[in-house]
């Protein structure tokens, strides 16, 4: 019995982590359940105890509850994830302050970043660049440096409910020649900025997500030429257009806590953000529903010990619906038979990014995209393409305490390079504390098989004679894949060309 308790919990979450105790009172159920199947009436009481402590443990439980608890603990759940893409830009931006990057401010990496940059799916193949901004008090101007010696910048400038105002720079709408793009508030009608390119922005905030373009790749010298151009990226409010200035602020080493915590804090967060924020008439409705649990526009949010005991359970099962529906139900799959699945839900590029339908607003797929990514873009190209994987082929989710290998088949069809990255499941950010997070066909001490293949290994510790093709997990966290594909070629985007599933080897 022992070892079953010890086994079990092997799959369950740390306790400074996102906490999900309905999941784990689930999986000791199943476990004993099992284990007890045909045993004694000793077993039976035994199990009945374990459950009950458990329960009494979890605070709120929808068995016994009323209707209208049961209500409000399910418009709690659809709180958190309708709210979840604004929580990435609230995360996104309070971690920034926290490290000195204010309002107008430009963050960025001096050198590649590791798993202390904690945002959604983020890559470690170039560095990033970060800023965001207010129109509250007036237009913001952000200028694009044009490209320098085949070094530019891209990205995608949005507004705090992650829609795209456009893309920007070498693969935006300047295209590497520079640009201003002024950001103005809805129904503006003062003075403009000569030549600039306008946007509407219909939230207070707005932020963007940029990286510079490193031919070459990572280089010393491409990182400095990279920090060189960075710095002649502006932001500013159109009332200084005549003296601008901006800071810059190295984040490299820093521990940036950009993944919203879904534990029964978020609502309190929600409540904060609904107050700095736009109500946009798409949202009305849901007003209505967070009045009804007490998240309220200018006015304290003061939940009682019986909603925070429901919020506590929401919380961690609106991430948990998020994760299944974006691994398991919403991203279609790419090769008959097998778990690889597409970055996006359907919806994304034929509503630009906002999952508003001209006869309805689709915030469930919406709020489960926004779980694993950060940043969106307005024209969803064909530079990179992404592919998902979270589970065995027999269904089962990936475990950190168990060991797995990924054949990358020989003779990937791309220009540039593919990579494989791990991602936590719950933040779907990296892994805390381990490095590597990714292997890509242009690490010169991978080793591949002598058809050109390339074995990757995964689990807490790595084979024997295998340490250059091991990606560490965590033994006691769930994790995902991502592969990426630099300069796809068409076998890739028409499935022609297929990935193989990933088996457990223990």
Same mark, same amino acid.
């Given at each position: 019995?022992?070892?079953?308790?010890?086994?079990?919990?092997?799959?369950?979450?740390?306790?400074?982590?996102?906490?999900?105790?309905?999941?784990?009172?689930?999986?000791?159920?199943?476990?004993?359940?099992?284990?007890?199947?045909?045993?004694?009436?000793?077993?039976?009481?035994?199990?009945?105890?374990?459950?009950?402590?458990?329960?009494?443990?979890?605070? $709120?439980?929808?068995?016994?509850?009323?209707?209208?608890?049961?209500?409000?603990?399910?418009?709690?759940?659809?709180?958190?994830?309708?709210?979840?893409?604004?929580?990435?830009?609230?995360?996104?931006?309070?971690?920034?302050?926290?490290?000195?990057?204010?309002?107008?401010?430009?963050?960025? $990496?001096?050198?590649?970043?590791?798993?202390?940059?904690? &945002?959604?799916?983020? +890559?470690?193949?170039?560095?990033?660049?970060? &800023?965001?901004?207010?129109?509250?008090?007036?237009?913001?101007?952000?200028?694009?440096?044009?490209?320098?010696?085949?070094?530019?910048?891209?990205?995608?400038?949005?507004?705090?409910?992650?829609?795209?105002?456009?893309?920007?720079?070498?693969?935006?709408?300047?295209?590497?020649?520079?640009?201003? @793009?002024?950001?103005?508030?809805?129904?503006?009608?003062?003075?403009?900025?000569?030549?600039?390119?306008?946007?509407?922005?219909?939230?207070?905030?707005? $932020?963007?997500?940029?990286?510079?373009?490193?031919?070459?790749?990572? &280089?010393?010298?491409?990182?400095?030429?990279?920090?060189?151009?960075?710095?002649?990226?502006?932001?500013?409010?159109?009332?200084?257009?005549?003296?601008?200035?901006?800071?810059?602020?190295?984040? $490299?080493?820093?521990?940036?806590?950009?993944?919203?915590?879904?534990?029964?804090?978020?609502?309190?967060?929600?409540?904060?953000?609904?107050?700095?924020?736009?109500?946009?008439?798409?949202?009305?409705?849901? =007003?209505?529903?967070?009045?009804?649990?007490?998240?309220?526009?200018?006015?304290?949010?003061?939940?009682?010990?019986?909603?925070?005991?429901?919020?506590?359970?929401?919380?961690?099962?609106?991430?948990?619906? =998020?994760?299944?529906? @974006?691994?398991?139900?919403?991203?279609?799959?790419?090769?008959?038979?097998?778990?690889?699945?597409?970055? %996006?839900?359907?919806?994304?590029?034929?509503?630009?990014?906002?999952?508003?339908?001209?006869?309805?607003? *689709?915030?469930?797929?919406?709020?489960?995209?926004?779980?694993?990514?950060?940043?969106?873009?307005? +024209?969803?190209?064909?530079?990179?393409?992404?592919?998902?994987?979270?589970?065995?082929?027999?269904?089962?989710?990936?475990?950190?305490?168990?060991?797995?290998?990924?054949?990358?088949?020989?003779?990937?069809?791309?220009?540039?390079?593919?990579?494989?990255?791990?991602?936590?499941?719950?933040?779907?950010?990296?892994?805390?504390?381990?490095?590597?997070?990714?292997?890509?066909?242009?690490?010169?001490?991978? %080793?591949?098989?002598?058809?050109?293949?390339?074995?990757?290994?995964?689990?807490? &510790?790595?084979?024997?004679?295998?340490?250059?093709?091991?990606?560490?997990? *965590?033994?006691?966290?769930?994790?995902?894949?991502?592969?990426?594909?630099?300069?796809?070629?068409?076998?890739?985007?028409?499935?022609?060309?297929?990935?193989?599933?990933?088996?457990?080897? *223990?």
């Amino acid at each position: 019995m022992t070892n079953v308790i010890s086994n079990i919990s092997k799959r369950c979450w740390r306790e400074d982590s996102v906490a999900i105790p309905r999941k784990r009172k689930f999986l000791l159920q199943e476990a004993f359940m099992g284990w007890f199947a045909g045993s004694s009436k000793i077993g039976v009481i035994l199990l009945g105890m374990v459950l009950g402590a458990n329960a009494h443990a979890d605070g $709120f439980e929808m068995v016994g509850a009323s209707v209208d608890e049961r209500m409000t603990y399910h418009r709690a759940v659809d709180a958190a994830v309708w709210a979840m893409p604004l929580m990435n830009f609230k995360f996104y931006r309070d971690a920034l302050a926290d490290a000195g990057v204010g309002p107008n401010d430009v963050g960025y $990496f001096s050198q590649l970043q590791d798993w202390r940059f904690q &945002t959604a799916t983020p +890559n470690n193949t170039t560095p990033y660049i970060m &800023t965001y901004w207010s129109i509250e008090d007036g237009p913001v101007v952000v200028e694009m440096p044009p490209s320098e010696d085949g070094v530019g910048i891209f990205g995608t400038i949005m507004d705090a409910w992650q829609r795209p105002l456009d893309d920007v720079g070498a693969a935006g709408r300047d295209r590497g020649l520079g640009a201003k @793009y002024l950001i103005v508030p809805p129904g503006y009608d003062g003075p403009l900025l000569q030549n600039a390119l306008v946007y509407e922005q219909e939230t207070n905030f707005g $932020f963007a997500v940029l990286r510079p373009i490193l031919p070459g790749g990572a &280089t010393a010298e491409n990182l400095a030429r990279a920090t060189e151009l960075t710095k002649k990226l502006r932001i500013y409010p159109l009332s200084e257009a005549d003296s601008p200035s901006t800071n810059y602020v190295d984040l $490299f080493g820093k521990l940036l806590e950009m993944t919203p915590k879904l534990d029964g804090s978020i609502y309190a967060q929600i409540h904060e953000m609904i107050g700095e924020e736009t109500v946009l008439e798409r949202d009305l409705a849901m =007003m209505g529903l967070l009045s009804r649990i007490g998240i309220r526009r200018d006015q304290p949010f003061a939940p009682s010990d019986e909603l925070q005991s429901m919020f506590d359970a929401a919380g961690p099962e609106a991430l948990e619906y =998020m994760i299944d529906q @974006y691994h398991r139900v919403l991203n279609p799959f790419v090769f008959e038979g097998k778990r690889w699945s597409a970055l %996006v839900p359907n919806g994304s590029r034929e509503t630009e990014w906002s999952y508003e339908y001209p006869a309805y607003y *689709d915030y469930h797929a919406r709020g489960a995209l926004y779980y694993a990514i950060i940043t969106s873009v307005k +024209n969803y190209g064909s530079s990179t393409y992404y592919l998902d994987l979270a589970e065995t082929p027999d269904g089962e989710w990936l475990d950190g305490s168990r060991n797995y290998k990924l054949t990358m088949p020989p003779d990937v069809p791309v220009r540039d390079f593919w990579a494989i990255t791990t991602y936590d499941l719950e933040t779907a950010s990296y892994l805390r504390d381990l490095e590597p997070s990714s292997i890509d066909s242009t690490m010169t001490d991978v %080793v591949a098989n002598e058809d050109g293949s390339v074995d990757i290994f995964f689990g807490p &510790t790595a084979p024997k004679g295998k340490e250059s093709n091991w990606l560490p997990t *965590d033994p006691e966290r769930r994790f995902f894949l991502l592969a990426r594909f630099y300069g796809p070629e068409p076998a890739l985007l028409d499935s022609s060309f297929e990935l193989n599933d990933i088996e457990r080897v *223990d």
